[in-house]
């Protein structure tokens, strides 16, 4: 090796010589025995605790505070048979009407009322002939629904539960009954999500992008192998902590989509820098030290930065919503964790024979030929000419100038910045325009595949009874302060605000409860549970119709119900999703501002990701709200978009976008350090990061994507919009509006007032640079 070249890989280590992570890296690679056993033992061991103690999934979360949760608690206190959580046992006979299997009826709801935690069930079919109708018959009396009233949520049962269900319905089946689960008893009983497949293909598409990208085998296995075992450790956490606390059932799937995606990024930049550290001469303990000190201290920052943007979720107060950010980030973590030490240790297994299979000629992070290298060649080193070019800047496909295309394009967007600037955001605005008429909202199981048992019962009962049957409200009047002499003229009262309501398809009378200090009854939309129509129906009920009935008086009014709380949740999430953006985009903000020390640059990188997160949010309510593809997707018809789909989008993707943010202006931030040159230094960014970040961004899109497979919509909307938003961050917006802003800004994008300068941490990604 020349002295030019063995200057510059020694002034390379001086960057972070003795530090923390370089130490830990070569520590890790030289005794990768023993890292790599402890890895499979925390894996076998922690998988072994998950299986013996760890805990269930479940959605049984309330809303303390809110209206619904109080009427409900209210009404457990005077009834609790018609309190609890409602589902209903549907069934339909196509023949004969039911009345004709009236003792299977009678049996089945006394098997159910005897079940655990089961409240009350209630027959459809009248006690006797005389007797008044249920209204949960139909007119033929061929559809009917038994109600069963839970003291939990029946998806927090297991299916041990379902058994028991099941075998209490037996006799109506064995009778030629269809009979149908809905509600929260239909999603117990929907068909486990597999996410197998998903994971497949994106760690099929991410071993076709690693070979093609980089051409080494070894160095395609290794991303994948430690972000499966990231993946895997991280998801036994997690099952042990919700031994003790409740999560979400979509958060071991929400936290196997982050960790593959983080967790593959993470091992690649490493393995990246590891690899160029190689064709520049050092021996692999040392190059995998110092890719841990400068890449690996690049993970530490952009892990942090998606774990604060996930901790920002708690803003909300909403422990649903806090808890997916932290099964997300559970994974991050552990994804952090395995790329400074499982990496490096597999990194010193393989040695110098990481490209001995190839299925093309390996480069690395810029490049590089490696085989030339293997020849004897060394790359020029130590070069400060206009590109920032460096032993990590050559190209095999370089020109006259010797530098490569990603170069050459960057000089082609700083010859014309105002062209591709206004490019890049015609282009994110086009997008983004569909989310000016997004409506939130709660999907309802009339959107679920025909293959559900809770899309069969909610048919049923569209068809029967209308398609407001399926998300009733319940009214509840609490009376006990006011005086007996009074409670006529109040019942009088409601019913002539009840009367002729707008948007109610039926209101049943207000009937007294047992002990007579309620009044309960139930209301109907015109439309189905997900329709605009039944949230203006539940609003206007709860503020204007049941105040206007009690006015005058100390009753108290609530609306409560399935669907009732699902609005109260939208009326939360709605409202705190202003300050969730500005706390995640501060936070982020000052990571960033910390790391580069420059106002505008910072500035700059909050509102790029805003705009590419918009562009998300339009695609996304283009193709589920507006029914475009949505079919294609196995979406049936149009539907809202979940309440808490944006707010986790935004939390997801501005950390995810920050991963990005940080590895560009790492290399642009240490390029200017060093030449002072604004536009050379983007140049050399752009072309030292472009192949790494374009790969890990594919890989990224393609494990996201996979998980439009999935049967549960909430996932495949996620699943849309993190793809959508990465594919866009890692185009439009880095190749196009960064460079674009960075070449404008020139060397005002790293200014920073003297004092803040003094008063903000110094946090560095890739170690000290050259003075």
């Given at each position: 090796m020349n002295s030019q070249n063995g200057t510059d890989v020694r002034a390379t280590g001086d960057r972070a010589r003795g530090g923390l992570l370089q130490r830990l890296g070569e520590w890790c690679a030289r005794r990768f025995v023993v890292v790599i056993v402890a890895w499979l033992v925390a894996l076998g061991g922690l998988h072994g605790l998950q299986s013996a103690f760890g805990g269930a999934y479940s959605d049984n979360f309330s809303l303390p505070g809110t209206q619904s949760d109080d009427g409900a608690r209210v009404l457990s206190a005077h009834a609790p048979g018609?309190?609890?959580?409602?589902?209903?046992?549907?069934?339909?006979?196509?023949?004969?009407?039911?009345a004709a299997v009236q003792s299977q009826i009678d049996e089945t709801v006394g098997s159910l009322q005897r079940l655990p935690h089961v409240l009350s069930a209630e027959s459809p079919l009248p006690a006797t002939p005389s007797s008044p109708p249920t209204g949960a018959l139909t007119a033929d009396g061929r559809t009917g629904y038994i109600t069963v009233r839970f003291a939990e949520n029946p998806t927090a049962l297991g299916d041990s539960y379902l058994h028991g269900v099941d075998r209490a319905v037996e006799p109506l089946r064995a009778a030629g009954v269809e009979v149908e689960y809905g509600g929260p008893l239909g999603e117990l009983a929907r068909p486990k999500a597999a996410d197998l497949t998903s994971e497949a293909i994106g760690f099929a598409v991410a071993v076709i992008v690693l070979l093609i990208g980089f051409g080494s085998v070894i160095a395609a296995v290794i991303p994948l192998v430690t972000a499966l075992i990231g993946v895997v450790v991280g998801l036994s956490c997690l099952s042990l902590i919700a031994a003790a606390t409740t999560f979400a059932s979509v958060s071991p799937t929400l936290a196997t989509m982050i960790g593959l995606g983080v967790g593959i990024d993470y091992a690649l930049f490493l393995i990246t820098r590891h690899r160029q550290q190689l064709m520049d001469g050092a021996d692999p303990v040392t190059a995998a030290g110092r890719a841990a000190a400068t890449s690996g201290r690049a993970v530490l920052v952009s892990g942090c930065t998606v774990i604060v943007a996930l901790a920002g979720l708690?803003?909300?107060?909403?422990?649903?919503?806090?808890?997916?950010?932290a099964a997300a980030a559970v994974t991050v973590v552990t994804a952090v964790v395995g790329a400074i030490t499982l990496v490096p240790a597999l990194l010193g297994l393989?040695?110098?024979r990481i490209d001995r299979y190839r299925v093309r000629r390996p480069v690395a992070e810029s490049g590089t030929d490696a085989g030339a290298h293997g020849r004897g060649t060394q790359p020029r080193a130590g070069s400060t000419r206009a590109g920032g070019g460096s032993a990590s800047g050559g190209s095999t496909r370089a020109g006259a100038d010797g530098h490569g295309g990603w170069h050459r394009y960057a000089r082609r967007v700083q010859r014309r910045p105002w062209w591709f600037l206004l490019a890049g955001l015609v282009t994110v605005g086009v997008l983004a325009i569909p989310v000016f008429s997004i409506r939130l909202g709660h999907i309802d199981d009339g959107a679920d595949p025909r293959s559900f048992t809770d899309r069969r019962a909610y048919d049923l009962i569209a068809e029967g009874f209308g398609p407001g049957?399926?998300?009733?409200?319940?009214?509840?009047?609490?009376?006990?302060?006011?005086?007996?002499?009074?409670?006529?003229?109040?019942?009088?009262?409601?019913?002539?605000?009840?009367?002729d309501v707008p948007g109610a398809a039926s209101i049943s009378p207000l009937r007294p409860t047992g002990d007579g200090q309620l009044l309960t009854g139930t209301a109907i939309s015109s439309t189905a549970p997900q329709a605009a129509g039944t949230a203006a129906l539940f609003h206007r009920l709860k503020d204007d119709v049941l105040p206007e009935g009690v006015s005058g008086t100390a009753a108290t009014t609530y609306v409560t119900g399935t669907t009732a709380a699902q609005?109260?949740?939208?009326?939360?999430?709605?409202?705190?999703?202003?300050?969730?953006?500005?706390?995640?985009?501060?936070?982020?903000?000052?990571?960033?501002?910390?790391?580069?020390?420059?106002?505008?640059?910072?500035?700059k990188a909050a509102v790029l990701n805003l705009l590419s997160i918009a562009a998300s949010y339009g695609v996304v309510v283009a193709v589920f709200q507006w029914g475009w593809g949505g079919p294609a997707l196995g979406v049936s018809g149009t539907?809202?978009?979940?309440?808490?789909?944006?707010?986790?989008?935004?939390?997801?993707?501005?950390?995810?976008?920050?991963?990005?943010?940080?590895?560009?202006?790492?290399?642009?931030?240490?390029?200017?350090?060093?030449?002072?040159?604004?536009?050379?230094?983007?140049?050399?960014?752009?072309?030292?990061?472009?192949?790494?970040?374009?790969?890990?961004?594919?890989?990224?899109?393609?494990?996201?994507?996979?998980?439009?497979?999935?049967?549960?919509?909430?996932?495949?909307?996620?699943?849309?919009?993190?793809?959508?938003?990465?594919?866009?961050?890692?185009?439009?917006v880095r190749l196009l509006l960064v460079p674009a802003v960075m070449t404008l800004l020139g060397g005002s994008a790293w200014w920073l007032p003297r004092w803040l300068d003094r008063i903000l941490p110094r946090v560095t990604t890739e170690g000290e640079p050259v003075r």
């Open positions: 018609a309190g609890g959580i409602g589902a209903q046992v549907v069934l339909h006979d196509g023949q004969k009407s039911l708690y803003v909300s107060q909403v422990s649903f919503i806090g808890k997916l950010g393989a040695g110098r049957a399926n998300g009733p409200f319940t009214l509840v009047v609490d009376q006990s302060l006011v005086p007996s002499a009074d409670r006529s003229a109040l019942a009088s009262s409601l019913s002539r605000a009840l009367t609005e109260d949740f939208l009326g939360i999430i709605s409202a705190r999703l202003p300050l969730i953006i500005a706390v995640v985009v501060t936070l982020a903000f000052l990571i960033i501002l910390m790391v580069f020390r420059g106002l505008l640059v910072a500035l539907v809202p978009i979940e309440s808490y789909v944006p707010m986790m989008m935004f939390a997801i993707v501005f950390g995810l976008s920050m991963d990005y943010e940080v590895f560009l202006l790492a290399r642009v931030h240490e390029a200017w350090l060093r030449t002072r040159d604004s536009k050379g230094s983007v140049a050399h960014g752009l072309e030292i990061t472009a192949r790494v970040i374009s790969c890990a961004a594919l890989i990224m899109v393609s494990v996201f994507a996979a998980f439009i497979l999935s049967d549960n919509i909430v996932v495949k909307m996620l699943g849309l919009g993190l793809a959508v938003s990465v594919l866009i961050d890692a185009t439009v």
